[in-house]
C-alpha cells in the first residue's frame, strides 16, 4: 500500500511538522525494508542523510530493532541515524521513518530521545491513516463507477420501457444493450410458458451451436432454476450440476429467476 499512495502523499508537511515538534531541523525520510528511499527531506542534511542510506544499503542493512521506540544506527564519528518502524493497525510494515541527528553522546538527554521517539511514533501512525484514507476512497471511487454502469443501464431500461413499451421488439433492444453494457456473449430472457426466448450478444468466440445450448435454457436450466428459486452460477467445468444441466457445454453460466406473485415464470441467463 505504502508503494502505490506515497507518491501522492505531502510528506514535507510532515517533515515541518515534526521540525516544529522538536524545535530543531532534521533530516528525515521514509524508507522501504531494503533501505530503498521513498521520500527524503530536499535539504543539505536530507543529501547527507540519502549518501549514509545509500552505504547502508550496499552493506545489506537489515533494520534491527527489538521493539519500542526506536532503534539507533552509528553513521559516522558526527551522526546517528535514529528510525522506527511504520507498521498498520493489522500489523503488516510499511517501511521505516530515519531522522539523522547528531552523534549522541553516552549521557544523551533521555527527554530529548523520549520526544523524538513519540514524534515518530506519532508521524508513522499520521502516514498509515493517510494511506488507509487514500486506499478506502480508492475504493470507493472504483466502486461507484461500477455503480454508475449498473444505474446507467438501469435508467436506459426504465426510460426505454416508457418511451416504447412492453413490446418484444423493445425487449429485444433491451437485451442487445445489456449483453453491450455488461460485456457478456449472450444474453437471454427465457419464458417457457409463452414459449418466449429471446437472445441477443457478441460471443468473444464462435458459438456454434447456439441453438441447442437455447434449447437448454428452456429445459433443464429452467426447471433446475424454477424448482430452486435461486441464482444460479455455474463456472466450473467439474461442478457436479453439470450432469443435470448444460452437459458437456463448456459455457459459464449466470442464470436469475423472474418471479411474479412468488412464482418463477421466467429467467434471465447470463452466458
Not at 9 to 21: P, Q
Not at 181 to 195: G, I, L, T
Not at 203 to 229: A, K
Request: glycine share 6%; proline share 5%; aromatic share 8%.
Amino acid at each position: 500500500m505504502l508503494d502505490r499512495f506515497v507518491a501522492e502523499i505531502d510528506l514535507a508537511k510532515y517533515h515541518r511538522w515534526l521540525s516544529r515538534a522538536l524545535g530543531e531541523q532534521l533530516a528525515f525520510a521514509l524508507c522501504s525494508s531494503d533501505a530503498t528511499v521513498h521520500w527524503i527531506s530536499p535539504d543539505p542534511l536530507g543529501a547527507e542523510l540519502a549518501h549514509h542510506l545509500a552505504t547502508l544499503k550496499a552493506s545489506g542493512f537489515g533494520w534491527p530493532f527489538d521493539g519500542g521506540g526506536m532503534a539507533s544506527e552509528p553513521l559516522d564519528g558526527q551522526r546517528t541515524l535514529m528510525y522506527c518502524p511504520v507498521d498498520t493497525r493489522s500489523g503488516s510494515r510499511l517501511g521505516w521513518l530515519a531522522v539523522m541527528v547528531d552523534c549522541l553522546a553516552d549521557d544523551a538527554a533521555p527527554r530529548h530521545l523520549d520526544q523524538l521517539s513519540e514524534a515518530l511514533e506519532d508521524l508513522g501512525t499520521a502516514i498509515v491513516d493517510e494511506c488507509r484514507l487514500r486506499f478506502e476512497l480508492g475504493s470507493m471511487t472504483e466502486e461507484l463507477a461500477e455503480r454508475y454502469e449498473e444505474l446507467h443501464l438501469v435508467y436506459g431500461v426504465d426510460q426505454h420501457v416508457r418511451r416504447h413499451g412492453q413490446r418484444l421488439e423493445v425487449f429485444q433492444s433491451l437485451l442487445e444493450s445489456c449483453a453491450e453494457q455488461m460485456h457478456v456473449d449472450v444474453v437471454a430472457f427465457v419464458c417457457p410458458s409463452e414459449n418466449i426466448c429471446l437472445s441477443s450478444g457478441q460471443p468473444s468466440r464462435p458459438i456454434h451451436n447456439l441453438d441447442l445450448v437455447l434449447v437448454e435454457m428452456r429445459g433443464d436450466l429452467f426447471r433446475f432454476v424454477q424448482s430452486t428459486r435461486e441464482t444460479m452460477v455455474l463456472n466450473s467445468p467439474n461442478d457436479p450440476r453439470r450432469a443435470y444441466v448444460f452437459t458437456d457445454m463448456p459455457y459459464k453460466i449466470l442464470s436469475c429467476p423472474v418471479r411474479s406473485d412468488g412464482v418463477v415464470h421466467a429467467q434471465l441467463v447470463l452466458l
